[in-house]
């Protein structure tokens, strides 16, 4: 799996976690148990956490920068 590849993954999962709270919460306020949903969300939440480490992997490999910038900041 390639970096880009784990990128994206990882995009699209933050965007379906972000879905699955609204959903969460629009449960909560109809009053129905949201037990399976919170189950639902550590579960990707997990997943995220485990692309993450495989994508610094991969920039590690590929000898990418190690030190963390910000996009457009300054080099002093």
């Known amino acids: 799996m390639g970096l880009e590849h784990v990128r994206s993954e990882i995009e699209h999962m933050r965007a379906h976690v972000g879905r ?3 959903e969460i919460l629009l449960l ?3 009053g129905i148990s949201t037990a399976s949903a919170e189950l639902l969300l550590t579960r990707m ?3 995220i956490e485990v692309l993450c480490a495989e994508r610094d992997r ?3 490999e590929q000898g990418g920068p ?3 910038r910000v ?3 300054r080099i002093w």
């Open 20 to 22: 699955q709270r609204k």
């Open 28 to 30: 909560q306020r109809a």
């Open 45 to 47: 939440l997990a997943k």
């Open 58 to 60: 991969l920039k590690k």
């Open 66 to 68: 190690t030190k963390g």
């Open 71 to 73: 996009l457009g900041g």
